[in-house]
């Protein structure tokens, strides 16, 4: 008897409008492809994808939520916050994500006179053809990098340059965790953590399960349990915690395109397979909060 595979969904994915390299368009083709049943839009910091997305997924009938990741501040590093369900055209939101953007277009000038200063010869108006889309981060940078030739390849540029510690990062002005929700929120959407795996409290059941804990406290609504890089014993202390808590399980593989070449669409690294209930719970969650 041949396999029957139900069609799973994909709730963390990239386009052109931030670090990814697929057209909001190309995205959602590639996801009917690929015989997603769902997607999510979570670009980074903005929701200028989000309309001709929505539109593609009414043609190629996909259910696609409108989404967006953001970062916010958590001690010295950052943690990321995904909203599901959000109103593109929610003043509050808008105005949060202008001050975002605002922030990186300060930044960015002094990341190019960091890089010179390290004898690369880059320019802002080569970084920002490059991103093609609204926002130009450490990514895009990574990428200039690497067809100059000055690394090997995108890790190499951060660790060497870009990352936190090394010579060419610049900090970001960001939100408090709790100012973050209270947006994804007031814009109608659910607020969930990204890839809690990558948080330094992994190494401590405790720390991790006091964090989320108060992230709960301050409204957040559920956790990517399911993500590509996440190991299957950290997948499952995630989903033990989601119980524990009363949280929402989400998923999604981070695409973003060329970005992360290994990182596929729906099944991420090959491992990853989100059942379409997690969908129906989510909008359970809009319901209920509406
Ligand atoms: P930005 O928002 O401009 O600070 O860029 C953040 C993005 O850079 C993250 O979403 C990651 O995709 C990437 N990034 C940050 N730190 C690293 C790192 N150490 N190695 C590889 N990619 C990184
Ligand atoms: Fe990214
Ligand atoms: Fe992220
Ligand atoms: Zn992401």
New binding site residues.
């Given amino acids: 008897m041949s396999e029957v595979r139900i069609p799973g969904v994909d709730l963390h994915v990239h386009t052109t409008a931030s670090?990814g390299t697929l057209t909001p368009k190309q995205v959602v083709a590639l996801a009917k492809e690929s015989g997603l049943a769902a997607i999510a839009i979570t670009d980074?910091?903005t929701v200028a994808g989000l309309r001709e997305a929505l539109e593609a997924g009414d043609d190629q009938q996909l259910h696609v939520i409108p989404g967006v990741e953001i970062?916010v501040n958590h001690g010295k590093n950052q943690l990321?916050l995904l909203g599901y369900y959000i109103d593109p055209h929610n003043d509050i939101l808008l105005d949060c994500l202008e001050h975002l953007q605002m922030y990186?277009r300060e930044r960015n000038p002094e990341i190019v006179e960091k890089l010179r200063d390290l004898g690369f010869e880059v320019s802002l108006e080569e970084v920002t053809a490059l991103a093609g889309g609204e926002i130009v981060?450490?990514?895009h940078f990574?990428s200039l990098l690497v067809n100059k030739g000055y690394v090997a390849d995108?890790?190499q540029a951060?660790?060497l340059y870009?990352?936190?510690g090394q010579p060419a990062y610049v900090p970001?002005e960001r939100l408090t965790p709790a100012e973050g929700i209270n947006i994804i929120k007031a814009a109608g959407g659910v607020a969930v953590l990204a890839h809690p795996g990558q948080l330094e409290e992994l190494k401590d059941k405790t720390l991790l399960q006091q964090l989320i804990n108060k992230l709960k406290q301050e409204g957040l609504q559920g956790i990517e349990a399911y993500y590509t890089e996440h190991a299957p014993e950290t997948t499952e202390l995630l989903l033990q915690i989601a119980r524990a808590e009363n949280l929402l399980v989400t998923g999604g593989s981070d695409f973003?395109g060329d970005n992360k070449p290994h990182i596929s669409i729906g099944t991420g690294l090959g491992n990853l397979h989100i059942p379409f209930q997690v969908v129906e719970n989510l909008a359970k969650a809009v319901v209920l909060t509406s």
Wanted: avoid cysteine.
């Fill in positions: 670090d980074h910091d970062s990321h990186r981060g450490r990514p990574a995108k890790q951060f660790n870009l990352a936190n970001k973003h």
